[in-house]
Nanobody, 115 residues
Framework: QVQLVESGGGLVQAGGSLKLSCAASGITRSINTIGWYRQAPGNQRELVARISSGGSTNYADSVKGRFTISRDNAKNTVYLQMNSLKPEDTAVYYC?????????WGQGTQVTVSS
């Protein structure tokens, strides 16, 4: 089992920055890929960014150049640095971890960007 706890969400003005954290616990060595998804009201959940155990990263086109994902394996924590935030970034952000057997989700953290 893997448990994920997100933090760092909040309210920010357009152009501002936020840093999300996702602390993983449990059988963390089983995690292959860990990342962030988001879901805005009325929309489907979408991939924002993810990072593999080897350090390879993937980003949604809409956040490339603005968001950076990183992981601290010693702390079992993954981060999402979000810069130049836009109102359309407003959503609940979920941490996601994928193992060989299943995927896990955090409870989500709200990010609201005001115009």
């Amino acid at each position: 089992q893997v448990q994920l706890v997100e933090s760092g969400g909040g309210l920010v003005q357009a152009g501002g920055s936020l840093k999300l954290s996702c602390a993983a616990s449990g059988i963390t060595r089983s995690i292959n890929t860990i990342g962030w998804y988001r879901q805005a009201p009325g929309n489907q959940r979408e991939l924002v960014a993810r990072i593999s155990s080897g350090g390879s990263t993937n980003y949604a086109d809409s956040v490339k150049g603005r968001f950076t994902i990183s992981r601290d394996n010693a702390k079992n924590t993954v981060y999402l640095q979000m810069n130049s935030l836009k109102p359309e970034d407003t959503a609940v952000y979920y941490c996601n971890a994928v193992t060989l057997w299943r995927e896990y989700w955090g409870q989500g953290t709200q990010v609201t960007v005001s115009s």
